[in-house]
């Protein structure tokens, strides 16, 4: 089935430093993905749709000047967590919805926790 | 009110057990549903689509009531694999998913 991969997995950093995570969709293109965050025994809670080509759309609530996304070719959107802090820490996970038509099968990526320090 | 709203657990039951997960959604318009798995420090992975007529997979059967705006997940026999918590995901008029909070299950020996 779709792949899709996530650099880096697990990132260390010293808050005010910026972090970049990387979504790549592997066999196939993706005009779209998501971008996810969860916290700790949470829901994932959508973050934003990045958009290839064009930007992206925020959810309510989420800044967009502080989660830098960028979907620069049709298999890689990133994102940039600017001057990290603390409560930033968490599970960033992308996906990227399948072939198939609208409302199909998402393919995740296996994540990239972050922790903040 | 939250969009999708699952109890969140723990399920904590025997192996060989049936166990039943509820989910309630608040939009009227939510086009597609799904039930994910997500094993600890993992990603989300598709377990099933639910549909009004109802579908089962092997173990699993999965229900959608559009009245009452509620679904289900049954698990007959439970295996010590299963354990993980189980996301009630519903779509909208886009690709975006709204996950409900999860439920955990655990099963024992």
């Known amino acids: 089935g779709a792949v899709v991969s996530q650099h880096p997995s697990r990132v260390i950093c010293k808050s005010g430093t910026s972090v970049k995570i990387e979504c790549r969709s592997l066999d196939f293109q993706a005009t779209t993905m998501f971008w996810y965050r969860q916290f700790p025994k949470k829901s994932l809670m959508l973050m934003a749709t990045s958009n290839e080509g064009s930007k992206a759309t925020y959810e309510q609530g989420v800044e967009k000047d502080k989660f830098l996304i960028n979907h620069a070719s049709l298999t890689l959107s990133t994102l940039t967590v600017t001057s990290a802090h603390p409560e930033d820490s968490s599970f960033y996970i992308c996906?990227?919805?399948?072939?198939?038509?609208?409302?199909?099968?998402?393919?995740f990526g296996p994540g990239t926790r972050l922790t903040v320090l | 009110r939250k969009e999708v709203e699952q109890d969140p657990g723990p399920f904590n039951v025997p192996e060989g057990a049936t166990v039943a997960f509820n989910c309630t959604y608040s939009?009227?318009?939510?086009?597609?549903f799904f039930w994910y798995r997500q094993d600890c420090r993992k990603e989300p992975k598709l377990l099933m689509s639910v549909y009004s007529s109802g579908n089962e997979d092997g173990r699993f059967t999965a229900q959608l009531n559009r009245a009452s705006q509620y679904i289900s997940l049954l698990i007959r026999d439970s295996k010590l694999s299963d354990s993980a918590t189980y996301l009630c995901v519903v779509v909208l008029n886009t690709d975006k998913l709204i996950f409900g909070t999860g439920t955990r299950l655990q099963v024992f020996p």
């Open positions: 996906s990227a919805p399948g072939l198939r038509g609208p409302y199909n099968e998402q393919f």
């Open positions: 939009n009227s318009a939510s086009q597609s």
